[in-house]
Each structure stands twice: as structure tokens, then as C-alpha cells.
């Protein structure tokens, strides 16, 4: 609401606000709703190699992602890459076939699985596994 009040020749405005301040904080979780909505805009401006990259334990080798278990891990020969999972399907142990299946916006969810947690997947987990959800 604004207000002009005129004070010896000047004239001030006054601006008074009605109602009461609302908190768009999320409070199951402790993000606001803002907080969000530009994780999810920003979400597209990342390629999927630099998400994948964020995660703990995740280290670059010839430009593919490589989860580095222990210090000598990168001596043995032969692909090192991890196997990747597309919503419960196997994809593969190769990022380039992973990186033309779906695009980095509509990724939900990644999760870096090692050692006993990559078991389940056999050999093929055998140098950890990257499972993708996708929206």
C-alpha cells in the first residue's frame, strides 16, 4: 500500500505492506522450494560426465569415469571402466553407450556402488557399478 504525505512542500512516500510473511521453506527436508526449482533448472547446464564426476570415489582416465578403490587399482590392465545400470537394466561397461542413452537433464539419481554393495552384478560389477535413475 502507498501512501504520499506532503511535509513542508516535500512529499514522502510511504509504502506499508498488509498480511504476513511467508516461510517457502521446506521443512521435511530443509530445503526451500527456490533451492529446488534451481537445482532442477541448473540440473541441465551439467553434463552427465561432470555428475558422475562429483561423486565420492570417482576419478578421470582417459576421459571416462573410473572409481578408484584402492591406490594401485589403475596398475592392472584391460578396461577398468565401471558397469552402468539405466533404471534396473544393465547397460554396460562402457560410458560412451551410457552418455548416448539419456541426456544429463533427464537424469533423477546417481549412485557410485563398490566392493561387496557392486557383488550382485557378478563379474560385470567387478570394477564397480554407476546405477542411473532417470525421470
Known sequence: MKKFITVYGFMLLIMTGCGSSKNTS?????TSSLDVELREKNRANV????R???KSGIVLQN???IINKTSNSFASGGSQEPLYVLNNQIIGNSFHSIN??????????IVVLSGADAAGYGTQGANGVIKITSY
Not at 553434463?47 to 561432470?50: E, G, N
Open 63 to 65: 576421459n571416462v569415469p
Open 52 to 54: 558422475i564426476r562429483q
Open 47 to 50: 553434463s552427465l560426465l561432470q
Open 26 to 30: 521446506n521443512t521435511n527436508n530443509g
Open 100 to 109: 548416448e542413452l539419456i541426456d544429463s537433464y533427464n537424469v533423477k539419481k
